[in-house]
């Protein structure tokens, strides 16, 4: 007997079984062809709500049979009063991607194999009152009395396998002029992990990040060394030191990251690489870490143990022909004294703790800082000071780190020598003019104010200079073979009106003044 294909079928379809199988597979369908509707309308409906602004999203598909979402073209824009699409959107999301775990969930845990964001911008304006402009614009609801409720039950245990992030953008305005702009092609995470309070990371990629800065940085706007004291909030709860969080990070390793600082003074190019190894957050404990740079024509090298409560360091720090003025430009110091040329090196042991909860901190330096070809111009006299090299040896320097504000003036101390060649001084009218061949201090031993505030200045040790020539306006001139002078103590007061106290000898040779016939 010939097949017959469509008896085949209605049989096929007159069975139980079968009809209930087709049932659920059109019942699939539809709920495959409908819930990402319903989750695009559900989102713009409901997130706009909650924002309290326009939410727009132009795609929402999804793979339920591998736990996948995928979202494309999510936007929040305007206030919601206001309606309409969206021109300029606040927050621009390109695409959002993820796949999760079914079965991780049937153990009470949250496993994602993938999560990605392509595209995420960002604008923010940051206003007079010193706070960001709000996604939030909803009115707040009045808070509900609080009921007794029992233990919240504890988070479910998350993993991340891989995370990927691309052609992010931040951009945020200082009151509609300034910007500040930060974009990264790409960062990449793998094998994340967070249960019981603790964070575990793979590894981490970072790729092309660049910021651009259209103005000086705050740190240009601050008085530097001036002493002040951010303010302290009364209200605010004491620290609880046993509820330090137990985050720890098995290993950050980034093999190189280039990126572009551009401001209004100049543009400086960095080059970074990093590599730390259990980073941890909990009280007492440190973790090691090595910090390269290339920036401003030299390189930078930090080596050494990070704590973060208390806050520290302890380590290596040494750099080799570094451009000091086009780093401190693009930081927009505005120091004293305007350094316009000078390549620096050195290398320093350091032992940093900035103190916790109130308490003091301190630092204390061991090592050598050269610098070559100084020309620094004073700030308010345009007096002009250079220096061929200027040799500074630490064998000791103490600073003190915070500490009361209304307590007595800190001081740290320096003992060391600084050894200096080829120094010349001048005033813009010309009427004073210095030439040094050579100047160096041994057995040097200075207190110096810390912080800005009012304190002497004590300066001991053996200060030699020779080959020196003074000229004066007119034509007068002095010079001097040698001098040394043996300071047992030099005094210089905060206060004006106090004596300038000076205990020391003084030896001079080849002495010759010479002015001009009348």
């Known amino acids: 007997m010939a097949w017959r294909p469509l008896h085949f079928l209605r049989r096929l379809v007159r069975r139980r079984s079968l009809r209930w199988g087709l049932a659920l597979v059109l019942v699939g369908l539809g709920i495959r062809a409908v819930l990402p509707v319903a989750l695009e309308r559900a989102a713009e409906r409901f997130g706009g709500i909650a924002l309290g602004r326009v939410v727009e999203v132009d795609n929402v598909d999804l793979a339920l049979h591998r736990g996948g ?12 009063q206001a309606g309409g699409p969206i021109a300029e959107p606040v927050v621009a999301l390109g695409r959002l991607a993820a796949e999760l775990r079914w079965g991780a969930l049937l153990r009470g845990r949250i496993h994602l194999r ?38 919240p039950a504890a988070p479910w245990p998350l993993a991340l396998d891989s995370f990927h992030l691309g052609d992010a953008q931040l951009t945020l305005t200082y009151e509609g002029e300034d910007e500040v702009e930060l974009r ?18 793979g590894a981490l990629g970072l790729r092309e990040p660049q910021v651009r800065v259209h103005r000086e940085l705050a740190i240009g706007e601050r008085q530097i060394g001036a002493g002040a004291e951010p303010p302290v909030d009364a209200a605010a709860p004491p620290r609880d030191e046993a509820g330090a969080p137990g985050v720890r990070i098995e290993e950050i390793d980034i093999e190189r990251a280039e990126f572009t600082l551009i ?16 980073l941890t957050l909990d009280p007492g ?56 040329t000078v390549k620096s090196s050195g290398a320093i042991d350091v032992e940093a703790a900035l103190g ?9 330096l061991v090592g050598t800082l050269d610098a070559e070809d100084l020309v620094a111009v004073v700030r308010g006299t345009d007096e002009r000071i250079a220096a061929e090299r200027v040799e500074i040896d630490f064998e000791s320097f103490e600073m003190p780190l915070g500490g009361a504000a209304d307590g007595p003036p800190q001081q740290g101390e320096l003992v060391g020598s600084v050894r200096s060649g080829a120094i010349a001084f001048d005033t813009p009218d010309e009427s004073v003019a210095v030439r040094v ?16 505030a009012p304190s002497d200045v004590e300066v001991a040790g053996l200060v030699r200079g020779g080959n020196i020539e003074v000229g004066l306006a007119g034509g007068d001139r002095v010079a001097l073979g040698g001098v040394e002078l043996a300071l047992r103590d030099l005094r210089v007061p905060a206060a004006a009106e106090d004596p300038l106290r000076v205990d020391a000898t003084a030896r001079l040779d080849a002495l010759s003044l010479a002015s001009p016939a009348q």
Not at 265 to 278: H, N, R, T, Y
Not at 437 to 452: I, Q, T
């Open 69 to 80: 979402l995928a979202v494309d073209g999510f936007r929040i824009g305007g206030p919601l």
């Open 114 to 151: 993938r999560f990605e964001l392509a595209s995420p911008h960002v604008s923010l304006e940051h206003t007079a009152d010193g706070s960001l402009t709000p996604l939030v614009l909803a009115e707040a609801k009045p808070a509900a009395p609080p009921e007794e409720q029992a233990d």
């Open 184 to 201: 990264l092609a790409e960062f990449t995470m793998a094998d994340f992990a967070f249960d019981e309070g603790r964070v575990s990371l």
């Open 263 to 278: 401001t209004d003074a100049a543009p400086l190019d960095v080059a970074i690489a990093l590599s730390a190894q259990g």
């Open 285 to 340: 404990e440190r973790f090691p870490l090595e910090l390269r740079l290339e920036l401003a024509g030299g390189h930078i090298h930090l080596d050494g143990e990070v704590g973060a409560v208390p806050p520290g360091f302890s380590g290596r720090i040494d750099w080799s022909q570094v451009g000091i003025p086009v780093l401190s430009q693009a930081l927009g110091l505005e120091l004293p004294i305007r350094v316009e």
């Open 356 to 364: 916790d909860g109130g308490a003091p901190g301190d630092l204390r």
């Open 437 to 452: 061949a050579s100047l160096s201090a041994d057995a040097l031993r200075a207190a110096l104010p810390v912080g800005g």
